[in-house]
């Protein structure tokens, strides 16, 4: 029987990254660029200002104060997006709003906020466009000046192959206009459910039947990772019903299966993927709950059966699901996060296999506590509903004291690491 990490590396040695598509920029958030992004420009096009103010020359404003300010006759009024009509000579200064470009002969800007408009006369001057300024502190060369290219340069590469895209990465790739972007493609996901005791959402409710909840919560879990799967309904425990439903799930990159691949009587599954010519590369798993899981590959597509029980299912897709998906999705780092945190209250357990408990995790980062959330057993979905982690008891382990430490895992975290990390260390 395989362990869970062995499990995991299987899994991961028969799938690939998939192939690179081109997808507009408003729906690339969150994919994983295909290709190295070099800058078409360079941003800002040539040295801006930062504020609205005055560009002056800052050997001009030497010692100035409040108290003693420093005149320079008002020469241009430069807005964002025009060009600057006269240089600034000694003793002048230009005004200029944020984001225009900085006139010649100019090195600094001084914000209004620090000046006071004048009229040649002297006074205090309200008119828009001031034939003066006083201008009230000294500042260093450079101020307030945005250089040509800070953000971007033209020619450099500024996003690489590999990048996730988040919101900033989106904003990047429209400054260099890329209307379309080249990212690796998502799989195609379907999902079956098998069981004659199943009842169907949209069947009435009968009281002696089992609702098929997997493939909902199956079917979130991929939707979580920013993929909407096709739901091929419910298989009954039959030979044909079942290659029936399953050749049409052959058609995605991904077909979960749920139920039907322990060692009752009906569970067909794992037979009647091997007679349609799937390889299946293990089944059965020390881990609790999940242990029935198993994993196979047909020419085009990865075949995860899950175990029926709810929590198994749901606990199983965490450990092995998601991240074969992610790699084929394009991502480094493909496991959900790990934590050490310390047992709160003694845990029972039998040794033999990695127990997932549903658990409750609180404290401050240094100071993680865990707690079970009461009955575990892999039926009862309530318990994922109660719980914010999975407590990581080891395969040997038959008791956790209060105070020892333990790993935990986070599968309702964004985040994720390039190890699987589920021991403690
Ligand atoms: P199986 O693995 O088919 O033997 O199923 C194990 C347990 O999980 C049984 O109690 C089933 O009724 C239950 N089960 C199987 N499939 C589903 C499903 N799609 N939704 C909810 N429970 C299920
Ligand atoms: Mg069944």
């Not at 006074?123 to 466009?129: A, N, V």
């Not at 493609?185 to 009435?204: K, M, Y």
């Not at 493939?215 to 799967?229: D, N, V």
């Not at 419910?234 to 299966?257: F, N, P, S």
Request: net charge neutral.
């Amino acid at each position: 029987m395989r362990t869970v990490p062995q499990a995991q590396e299987i899994t991961l040695q028969h799938v690939q990254r998939l192939d690179v598509e081109s997808v507009p920029i408003e729906r690339v958030l969150g994919r994983v660029l295909a290709e190295d992004v070099v800058s078409n420009r360079n941003h800002p096009p040539c040295d801006i200002s930062a504020m609205d103010g005055y560009a002056i020359r800052f050997s001009d404003v030497k010692g100035a104060t409040k108290n003693s300010p420093v005149t320079l006759n008002v020469v241009d009024d430069i807005r964002a997006g025009s060009t600057p009509k006269h240089p600034v000579c000694a003793g002048e200064a230009s005004m200029i709003m944020t984001g225009a470009p900085v006139p010649g002969g100019s090195d600094a800007v001084i914000r209004v906020e620090d000046t006071s408009r004048r009229s040649h006369k002297g006074r205090h001057s309200k008119q828009e466009h001031p034939e003066a300024v006083d201008i009230w502190v000294e500042v260093p060369s450079g101020n307030n000046i945005r250089l040509m290219g800070e953000n971007l340069k033209l020619g450099d590469t500024v996003l690489n192959v590999g990048a996730v895209i988040r919101p900033a990465e989106v904003g990047i790739l429209s400054m260099v206009k890329k209307a379309q972007v080249s990212v690796y493609r998502h799989p195609t996901v379907a999902i079956l459910a098998t069981g004659d005791e199943l009842e169907a959402l949209n069947e009435p409710l009968n009281p002696e039947k089992i609702p098929n909840s997997n493939t909902y919560s199956t079917m979130a879990q991929i939707q979580a990772l920013g993929i909407e799967p096709v739901l091929l309904g419910i298989a009954r425990d039959t030979r044909e019903h079942l290659e029936e439903k399953l050749l049409q799930g052959l058609q995605y990159d991904v077909l979960i299966v749920t139920g039907g691949v322990s060692v009752g009587h009906h569970d067909f599954v794992r037979p009647t993927l091997q007679d349609m010519g799937i390889t299946i590369h293990f089944w059965r798993v020390a881990m609790r709950p999940g242990h029935p899981m198993a994993f196979g590959t047909g020419p085009k597509t990865k075949v995860f059966a899950l175990p029926g029980n709810p929590v198994a299912g749901m606990v199983c897709c965490e450990q092995f699901i998601v991240p074969a998906m992610r790699k084929m999705m394009g991502f480094g780092q493909l496991y959900r996060p790990t934590v050490e945190a310390t047992v709160a209250s003694d845990v029972k357990d039998r040794a033999g296999r990695m127990h997932f408990m549903r658990a409750h995790l609180s404290g401050k980062e240094n100071n993680l506590q865990i707690e079970s959330v009461g009955a575990q057993g892999s039926g009862i979905l309530m318990s994922m509903v109660r719980a914010n982690a999975l407590m990581v008891v080891p395969v040997e382990c038959d008791y956790l004291r209060a105070g020892d430490r333990v790993r935990v895992q986070l599968p309702g975290s964004d985040q994720f690491q390039t190890e699987p990390r589920l021991d403690i260390c």
